[in-house]
């Protein structure tokens, strides 16, 4: 059934731990497509059928929980920022999983609301699509 699935059963989780207090996600597929147009194509665009380069991008906007420092963490470490990461939409959909690099990382502390914050990850290497059971 189409829109059957509620944004806030979609568990992210980084390096096997749910980050449980986001509240916006979303995911960006890119394909960067290989232009192979040439002289006798008349003007027309021609691309080749592979794209040159496939990208995922993940971000997650939510509240902070003071108890769960996983995302602050993994932002101010000075080596290793690339995680497993998996994009699950539950039992009887599916999950995307793969390698991912943290690229941004903030918090907001408005004067008289809750504290928030964002994140951004991309994919390094394959990213798979599988149903869950």
Do not use: C, H
Not at 20 to 32: C, E, H, L, P, V
Not at 53 to 81: C, N
């Amino acid at each position: 059934m189409s829109g059957d699935t509620i944004g806030r059963a979609i568990i992210l989780s980084v390096d096997g731990t749910a980050v449980a207090a986001g509240r916006t996600k979303s995911i960006t597929i890119n394909n960067s497509v290989i232009n192979v147009t040439a002289d006798n194509d008349a003007g027309v665009q021609a691309l080749l059928a592979t794209p040159g380069e496939k990208a995922v991008e993940i971000s997650m906007d939510g509240m902070m929980d003071a108890a769960d420092e996983t995302l602050l963490d993994l932002s101010l470490s000075g080596t290793d920022i690339s995680k497993p990461l998996e994009w699950n939409l539950g039992s009887g959909k599916y999950k995307i999983a793969g390698t991912f690099m943290m690229t941004s990382y903030s918090q907001g502390a408005p004067y008289n609301d809750a504290t928030t914050f964002s994140a951004a990850f991309s994919s390094s290497g394959a990213v798979v699509k599988t149903a869950v059971v």
